[in-house]
């Protein structure tokens, strides 16, 4: 079966111009399976409305879920992934403090205010 998600508005036009920023890979893990590979509010498009590129990360759909449940998240000074504690003893422990592949051009990259935000509203340390 086909499951269907809920079509934001301006989701795909979204998509098509962070997949372009991004060479069509994940920004953490480089993985260029575009099928799996979503185009991830920093902060969330129900609060923010905002579907601009400063808003956004190609994310491997998994690595895109914890982002949205607060289990990871990017360091507002660094720009390091950094992982909450409940994920220590995971697989996904392999990417903590990873460096990320952030377009080369300044422009295209996430506000740092958008990072800081993620990083102090949604993303839970300690789990």
């Known amino acids: 079966a ?9 989701q795909p036009q979204f998509r098509t111009i962070l997949l372009n920023h991004y060479n069509n890979k994940c ?15 920093i902060i969330p498009y129900t609060e923010s409305y905002d579907n601009s590129e400063c808003n956004g990360i190609i994310l491997r759909t998994d690595l895109h879920r914890l982002f ?3 289990m990871i998240s ?5 720009g390091r ?6 994920l ?26 958008n990072i800081s935000w ?4 949604i993303f839970r340390e300690n789990g």
């Open 2 to 10: 086909i499951i269907q998600r809920e079509q934001r508005d301006g």
């Open 27 to 41: 920004a953490v893990t480089g993985c260029d399976v575009v099928d799996v590979l979503d185009a991830a509010h």
């Open 68 to 70: 949205d449940r607060g």
């Open 74 to 78: 990017f360091d507002p000074n660094s």
């Open 81 to 86: 992934l950094v992982l909450s504690n409940v």
């Open 88 to 113: 220590a003893q995971s697989t996904y422990f392999e990417f903590q403090n990873r460096s990320v592949f952030w377009p080369k051009d300044s422009k295209k990259r996430p506000s740092r205010e």
């Open 118 to 121: 993620h990083f102090y509203n």
